[in-house]
């Protein structure tokens, strides 16, 4: 079985158990084109250019996952020393759910500050489907947001967290990711820091 072939049955058992597109995005860490695609394959047409990125193998193992939010916090601040000579962290770690969540954890929990969890309109079940805080965790108005994903895709989701970061009062300065599929330096007007960054050759 080819990973395309693997990538279909996976996207269509997530649909069967009840998964959103977005969810099934999440998972795959797929656009919502290429979900589409893989969930309904039209006749004459082309798989959209994306990478799939499984790094299970890490976000299976506490102990790796730990490993991974410490390399992003110290990137940081080599970065911060480089920059201005100073690393001074946010008040608050947003994590987008659901894969930025652990790492945000992780990096909240070492530094000593304020934890938010960001839950993606494309995970709405509603029929206007927006984004939101989860209640449980801090508030945002008045904060200096780092924001926390594992992969960006096209950036739509993170330019809909920090459009909401904004209109609830809080300054995001930077978003981390573990993998930037598209190469993009900045969303919005916002840094984009990533470990690793998946370059398409031709």
Known sequence: MSALEELIMKAKALRAEGHTPGQISDELGLSMETVTWLLTQPKDTEAPKDVHIDWTTVGSHGVLLC???????KRFFYLAEEVQGDA?????????APSGVP???LIAAEEGLKLAVYLPA?????????????????????QRCIVIDDVVTTGTTLIEALQFLRRHGATPVAVWSLFDKQGIREVDGVPIHSLFVVSRLG
């Not at 494309?122 to 008045?142: D, M, P, R, V, Y």
């Open 88 to 96: 001074h962290l946010p008040d608050t770690v947003v994590g987008i």
């Open 103 to 105: 790492l945000a954890t």
């Open 67 to 73: 490993d991974m939010a410490m390399m992003m916090l």
């Open 122 to 142: 494309k995970h709405s079940q509603s029929e206007t489907a927006t984004g939101s805080l989860a209640g449980t965790f801090a508030a945002i108005t008045g």
